[in-house]
């Protein structure tokens, strides 16, 4: 059974560094993504898990200034299809500090973080829309999905469970059964938003996917390189294998 928590020596590492928030005007918008993912061309080795301790810079994690909607940064951990068909394939979880008029909710605005959980790509469900699991904080958090022996995918933070779907839940139905990754994601609503900034860079910690009946595994990232987009404000660095840090600087 894949164990429902992650490292605990990540709770006692330091807090981020208080630093000054970069966000910038509000421009282009769109989805601006870093991210880095841990995927198998075998089904027999599907990933059915993914782990991680999170820390947002508190100062540096912010909307673009001017925004009436659709604004924010987020960070998650999720599954996804390995090939994406139109990038709405997705079961995920994590941290959002976002300005939309849609999303009352989940979207609080600037300084008012809040945890979050989405599914989709299929049926009537389509794009996932998050959906607001309170209040957060930028401190230390460990986010993880499983699949169980319960043949349910589970969504947790800090070892509580917040939601629980089936295995082929109507909305991931049209993909779940193929091969499937694990992403660690940092994602902006628009170009002006920020991830955090050089002196307090908002980063996962012990990263790990997790293979149905076997465990947690190291995915063993090359240090130095990160998956994304090419991005010319935004800055990601993979240290010891299993730690993801990211920040802009406009």
């Known amino acids: 059974m894949l164990a429902a928590v992650v490292l605990g020596a990540a ?4 807090s981020a560094s208080v630093a000054t928030a970069v966000e910038a005007a509000c421009s282009t918008g769109g989805w601006f993504f870093t991210y880095q993912d841990a995927s198998t061309s075998n089904i027999s080795a599907n990933r059915t898990g993914v782990s991680a301790s999170l ?4 100062e540096g994690f912010r909307p673009c200034t001017g925004a009436s909607t659709n604004a924010g940064p987020s960070a998650w951990v999720a599954i996804v299809p390995k090939v994406y068909v139109d990038g709405t394939q997705i079961i995920q ?15 609080g605005g600037n300084g008012n973080p809040h945890f979050f959980w989405a599914k989709g790509g299929c049926g009537a469900t389509g794009s996932p829309t998050p959906m607001d699991l309170g209040p957060a904080d930028t401190l230390l958090h460990d986010y993880v999905i499983y699949l169980d022996y319960d043949n349910y995918w589970h969504f947790l933070i800090d070892g509580v469970q917040r939601a629980a779907i089936p295995y082929n839940d109507g909305s991931i ?3 779940v059964d193929g091969l499937r990754k694990a992403e660690w994601a940092f994602e902006r609503h628009n170009i002006g938003d920020s991830s955090g900034d050089p002196s307090g860079v908002s980063k996962f910690y012990y990263m790990k996917y997790g293979r149905y009946g076997l465990g947690w595994f190291d995915p063993m990232f090359t240090n130095g390189w990160c998956q994304y987009p090419y991005i010319e404000d935004e800055v990601c660095t993979i240290t010891n294998g299993h730690h993801f840090e990211n920040y802009t600087t406009h």
């Open 173 to 175: 139905n049209c993909w």
């Open 55 to 58: 820390q947002v810079n508190g």
């Open 11 to 14: 709770l006692l590492l330091p």
């Open 93 to 107: 979880i994590g941290i959002t500090e976002c300005i939309n008029i849609l999303l009352p909710g989940v979207c």
